[in-house]
T-cell receptor
Framework: RKEVEQDPGPFNVPEGATVAFNCTYS??????FFWYRQDCRKEPKLLMS???SGNEDGRFTAQLNRASQYISLLIRDSKLSDSATYLC???????????FGPGTRLSVLP | GAVVSQHPSRVICKSGTSVKIECRSL??????MFWYRQFPKQSLMLMAT?????????EQGVEKDKFLINHASLTLSTLTVTSAHPEDSSFYIC??????????????FGSGTRLTVV
């Protein structure tokens, strides 16, 4: 089983739609969690951290379920500019090793 | 915020030659830098952890004699792909951690190097 798993997609949604991505991780000792965004042929960029209580940043909401070992990202009122690959990232050792999921590709259509 | 500069952004080389990729932290010191490789439509895979002043730590399956890492200063790590072959063609990305920030905010990625070996 892979350490971090995501549905690769693609998710094709119309502008204004709400879309949700899930991610599961295998290491129950994982300490911190993030969502990164990667545009085609570019480096990943931090979108948001994921906290146990859930957190929101504008149109983006992240949730963490430690018992089930999954993380989610919800995007509301999606924009064309949201089209990208969203990477679920799990950190196992207080800042040393990042493990990246394979990413979920999102295409927001006009 | 923290900035990591990576060069070159794109390189095409002949099979059998060596290619050096540089990763610099511009406004912070990085005792540790990470090198990743990403094949098309695949995830980033950690290749090695570069430690300033000491030997790099390589992930399982990554040949240390083929991917030479040098971290001679607190702001520079280099990855040299030796005797490159077409299967080494990939997107190589470095990242470094600015200890002035916590969690994921402290990690910054270079812009990546697209290597094509012909």
């Amino acid at each position: 089983r892979k350490e971090v798993e995501q549905d690769p997609g693609p998710f094709n949604v119309p502008e204004g739609a709400t879309v949700a991505f899930n991610c599961t991780y295998s290491n129950s000792a994982s300490q911190s969690f993030f969502w990164y965004r990667q545009d085609c042929r570019k480096e990943p960029k931090l979108l948001m951290s994921v906290y146990s209580s859930g957190n929101e940043d504008g149109r983006f909401t992240a949730q963490l379920n430690r018992a089930s070992q999954y993380i989610s990202l919800l995007i509301r009122d999606s924009k064309l500019s949201d089209s990208a690959t969203y990477l679920c990232v799990v950190n196992d050792n207080y800042g040393q090793n990042f493990v990246f999921g394979p990413g979920t590709r999102l295409s927001v259509l006009p | 915020g923290a900035v990591v500069s990576q060069h070159p952004s794109r390189v095409i080389c002949k099979s059998g030659t060596s290619v050096k990729i540089e990763c610099r932290s511009l406004d912070f010191q990085a005792t540790t830098m990470f090198w990743y490789r990403q094949f098309p439509k695949q995830s980033l895979m950690l290749m090695a952890t570069s430690n300033e002043g000491s030997k790099a730590t390589y992930e399982q399956g990554v040949e240390k004699d083929k991917f030479l890492i040098n971290h001679a200063s607190l702001t520079l790590s280099t990855l040299t792909v030796t005797s490159a072959h077409p299967e080494d063609s990939s997107f190589y990305i470095c990242s470094a951690r600015d200890l002035g920030f916590s969690g994921g905010k402290g990690y910054t990625f270079g812009s990546g190097t697209r290597l094509t070996v012909v």
